[in-house]
């Protein structure tokens, strides 16, 4: 499937029967009825839809630096007197009314697990992919069949059994165990694995064999291989995978929720939905200042990959 | 709090974390039995039933000191005449009258009426009376209510409650059930108000009277003593308050030995005249522990699991006196040690004190039954539960295997049944009516982007792509604030009042609402890529050969789009299916469905419904259900997915 979505290309707007394609530099003259029936409808439908986009992250914005915490008192989307109040209490973990909130720790907490549970599912799925890819052996179709079958068991109804597993582990590995950071990385890795290792296998399929067979006529094992000729030249799908890992990570309450017991250790998932449970009336300030600044980093690193993204997309990913 | 703690710890030289915790009485059930529960837990009497059932407490002792104790507050934390709680303070909830409206307090509940009502058509406030009653009504703040008209919760029978008397369907209660209608569609009660909003209409001098708990004074800077506005409290006239004690719940969260131990833990029990000693505890280097026991008269024994000697003079042998701290440290030793007496054993009660305890259940090993040495009743084991012949229960019970019942528990009892067919239904719509909007609004933005001519084409889609990008954790928490009913961003944007999230129908549009804003970015991407992949030369042909815009896309480039982004549709349908942060985080499920006998809501699907009944579930966590929900939902997702591997033909790649 052709993805380059950035490449200008041809005629391909269904839309219009006759004119040719024109160029763009002479919209200015064509008459105002024409742009309005051609043109002026898709920005007028880009307008609309661009406010329902983006007005929800401006009503968090208007909030976030409302001097009243209250929610009824977000009156308007230009506070009076805007402040920067709710970020300051947040940073320094407690609230006015003397809650105590470990905003940064659930931060903290979030990047170290998604972005260790990223780093390790692009690693172990590369891992995998490889000899799926570059061997033949016994057992390789049913292997490969096996992933997919096996990534067709969300790892969401699996909620029961992994939180019964998790108990029982505590009594022998408590390291590991119900309500560890690790734990629960270990339970995003198993998870992750078996769709991800079946899009590097079609990457690395791609790349060219003679490659790697010259270079075993040059004597390097497997292993050199594999860290020197195929992991760099499958950086993109890498990268892309390691974000899609990232950001299902960062967005999963459910298995968090289980799994983690202390306030210390919560993600900012599990963190801001205790936080705000219930208390929509109270702590609308600086749940909206908590939302903008655990958003922000994502929102940002999403855009600055998206071009790569929409290849990762059409090849079947899905965001969790 | 802390500060307690912190001189305990101090004097002690231990540490002591406290912590705030949400859902205590669900996370205390999930971790206790894996030993990663807290040592004291702070809460309402009202759990101790269902706390103890499951075995996550253990009876405390209050040291013969129980005069010092309110009465009705001991006998909140008795079940089966043990202690399960130190009270540490009462709360009820009583009148707030607006002293300003209100000069003098009503003598009777026919006067609070009359005012109310009175001040609400005169306009002076908005509310006559206010009490919490969205999105649940409390039978906390209805008690008063039930009880005026002579109903009540469970029967009271000489030493405790009466489980087996229940007095919801009384005449008295149902009278009082009458009443509260009465009051409703007379406008006394608004069955709208819930408990912020009760705050904010008394609390700004808005409603005359208010039902509530001392809760309401300070309230980060909404309670009625920070507002300031003139209010007075009195009881609720003529009605007493009186506190809910529900004894709800049958757990089978432990294992077997678990269960028999907690068994035979909360069976001891401590005779009338039982003999109190002082005790010291002890231990030798290899971690034996013993105690030093000086009865009332003052004479000195040795105790140990060997059983009572006497210690003339303090005589320790190998045992040394421990610390605080080194107490602390084998506090599981040392309260698990028994010493034998022809009674029964002498037990710790606290780490000063010991009493002659007499274990009323009995486990016998061989026999794998339980025994009541008072009555001689035995018990067997019948799924999970001893069990006596005239079919009653020792709890708690344990996990075991009971075949194939959760699954047909699904489909044949009704109150199961009812709520799950719901949520199976909804399920389907709502995956279904989420692919299609969001794909209906991505296609429309693809097709009208898709044009060279659009030079902003570069910002308009980083406009759209901002909900994607915002991690859907977060958009589903920000939704939740903006469609509140009171507050929302979206009820004052339009001027209106509706309840987008507590009302069955409108909460499922709101839901399809906010997953086409969370969906329908990922939509315009795959279609815009799709779109550029279709080749411009077909178009161009259709065009020659006469086609006007709209039958080009709808015979040349829409059957085009479909077949490279149906595998797409597919799997959304299936990741929907199961897309648990929507609903959970922005609804719970909520509102309720009525009559359900397992926690459902109208905007419940299978997941979310699955995770409510195993973790979430009042009275225990219904553990083996849930996960028979999980294997249906599997079957199903499974059914989708081989369907789309047909489209994919993913199969065929596997060369």
């Known amino acids: 499937m052709a993805t380059a979505a950035e490449a200008p290309t041809g005629s391909t707007d269904g839309l219009r029967p006759s004119a040719p394609p024109r160029p763009n530099g002479r919209r200015q003259r064509m008459e105002t009825r024409r742009w309005l029936r051609e043109l002026g409808w898709r920005h007028l439908l880009g307008i609309v839809v661009g406010v329902f986009a983006l007005y929800p992250v401006v009503w968090v914005l208007s909030a976030a630096v409302n001097p009243e915490s209250s929610i009824s008192s977000a009156q308007g989307l230009i506070p009076a007197n805007p402040t920067l109040n709710n970020f300051r209490e947040l940073l320094a973990g407690q609230l006015s009314d003397g809650t105590r909130v470990p905003f940064l720790r659930w931060l903290w907490n979030s990047m170290l697990v998604s972005g260790t549970a990223a780093l390790g599912t692009v690693f172990l799925c590369a891992l995998a992919a490889y000899p799926f890819s570059r061997m033949r052996f016994k057992g390789r179709r049913t292997g490969l069949l096996t992933l997919l079958l096996v990534q067709m068991f969300p790892q969401l109804l699996a909620m029961i059994a992994l939180y019964l597993l998790m108990v029982s582990l505590s009594g022998i590995f408590p390291a590991v165990g119900l309500g560890t950071r690790t734990g629960l990385l270990f339970v995003y890795l198993g998870g992750a694995l078996g769709l991800n290792a079946w899009l590097i296998k079609g990457f690395f399929d791609t790349l060219p064999k003679d490659l790697d067979e010259s270079a075993r006529v040059d004597g390097a094992t497997h292993a050199q291989i594999f860290f020197r000729i195929i992991l760099p030249l499958a950086a993109p799908v890498l990268a892309v995978i390691g974000l899609l890992a990232f950001i299902a990570t960062i967005n999963d309450f459910l298995i968090a929720s289980i799994l983690l017991r202390d306030e210390q250790d919560f993600t900012l998932a599990v963190g801001l939905s205790r936080f705000i449970q219930d208390q929509y009336g109270q702590r609308w300030g600086p749940f909206a200042a908590g939302a903008l600044m655990g958003g922000l980093p994502v929102v940002a690193l999403f855009m600055y990959l998206q071009r790569y993204l929409v290849s990762g997309l059409t090849a079947g990913a899905v965001k969790g | 709090m802390q500060g307690f703690a912190d001189e305990f710890g101090a004097n002690n030289d231990v540490r002591v974390v406290v912590q705030q915790v949400p859902n205590i009485r669900a996370n205390l059930q999930q971790a206790a039995p894996s030993g990663q529960g807290p040592d004291i837990v702070i809460g309402a009497h009202d759990w101790v039933g269902e706390l103890s059932v499951n075995g996550v407490i253990a009876p405390v002792d209050l040291g013969g000191r129980e005069e010092e104790f309110l009465d009705v507050a001991v006998d909140g934390f008795t079940v089966n005449n043990q ?413 209106t009042n509706l309840p987008w999230l507590t009302d069955p129908w409108l909460v499922r549009f ?146």
Do not use: C
Request: aromatic share 12%; hydrophobic share 45%; net charge negative.
């Open chain 2, 510 to 655: 709101s839901i399809l609402l906010v997953n086409l804003w969370l969906g329908f970015p990922y939509m315009f991407l795959i279609t815009t890529g799709a779109l550029t992949g279709i080749p411009g030369g077909l178009l161009e042909a259709a065009r020659v050969d006469g086609a006007t815009g709209l039958q080009a896309f709808r015979r040349v480039t829409f059957p085009l789009l479909l077949i490279s982004v149906a595998p797409l549709l597919i799997g959304s349908f299936a990741f929907n299916f199961n897309n648990f942060n929507i609903i959970y985080l922005l609804t719970r499920g909520n509102p309720p469905i009525e009559g359900a006998q397992t926690p459902a809501g109208h905007s419940d699907i299978l997941i979310s419904y699955t995770y409510r009944l195993a973790f979430e579930g009042q009275g225990g966590a219904d553990y083996g259900f849930a996960a028979a929900i999980s294997v249906l939902i599997f079957v199903m997702v499974a059914a989708i997915s081989a369907y789309s591997f047909r489209y994919t033909r993913a199969l065929e790649e596997v060369t």
């Open chain 2, 83 to 495: 202690v399960f709680g130190l009270p540490v303070a009462v709360e009820a909830i009583a009148l707030f009258r607006n002293t300003d409206l209100v000069p003098e307090a009503p003598a009777t509940w026919e006067e609070v009426e009359e005012t109310a009502l009175r001040l609400q058509e005169e306009g002076a406030v908005d509310q006559g009376l206010v009490i919490a009653a969205e999105p649940e009504a409390l039978p906390y703040f209805n008690q008063p209510f039930l009880t005026a008209y002579g109903g009540y919760v469970f029967g009271h029978s000489g030493g405790g409650y009466d489980t087996s008397d229940v007095g919801l369907d009384s005449p008295g209660a149902l009278e009082a059930a009458a009443a509260v209608r009465e009051w409703v569609s007379e406008g006394l009660i608004n069955p709208n108000i819930t408990g912020d909003l009760m705050q904010e209409f008394f609390g700004r001098g808005q409603a005359a009277f208010a039902i509530s708990g001392p809760w309401s004074l300070i309230q980060g800077g909404r309670g009625f003593e920070e507002t300031g506005v003139p209010f007075d409290v009195t009881p609720i006239p003529p009605l007493t308050a009186y506190l809910a004690f529900t004894n709800y719940g049958t757990g089978n969260l432990l294992t077997k030995d678990q269960a028999i131990e907690q068994i035979e833990v909360q069976s001891l029990v401590t005779p009338p005249d039982a003999a109190r000693y002082e005790a010291v505890p002890l231990a030798t280097e290899g971690g034996d522990v013993a105690l030093l026991l000086t009865d009332a008269e003052g004479s000195q024994f040795l105790g140990t699991e060997d059983g009572l000697e006497p210690a003339p003079d303090g005589e320790l042998g190998d045992y040394r006196e421990l610390s605080v701290r080194e107490s602390l440290e084998l506090t599981e030793e040392l309260h698990d040690l028994r010493v034998p007496v022809e009674e029964g054993a002498i037990q710790l009660s606290t780490l000063r004190t010991a009493t002659t305890r007499v274990p009323l259940l009995v486990y016998d090993d061989g026999e794998d039954t339980v025994t009541n040495e008072q009555t001689g009743v035995v018990y067997r084991p019948v799924e999970g539960t001893f069990t006596s012949e005239d079919g009653a229960i020792v709890t708690p019970g344990w996990r075991e295997v009971i075949g194939v019942d959760n699954f047909l528990r699904a489909f044949t009892s009704p109150a199961v049944r009812g709520p799950f067919f719901r949520v199976f239904v909804w399920t389907y719509v709502f995956a279904l009516l989420s692919v299609l909007t969001t794909f209906a609004l991505g296609l429309a933005l693809a097709v009208a982007f898709n044009d060279d001519r659009m030079r902003s084409r570069r910002f308009y889609r980083l406009l759209f792509v901002v909900p994607y990008a915002l991690p859907s954790f977060l958009t589903a928490l920000i939704w939740g604030g903006m469609l509140n009913q009171e507050f929302g961003a979206v009820n004052q944007l339009f001027n």
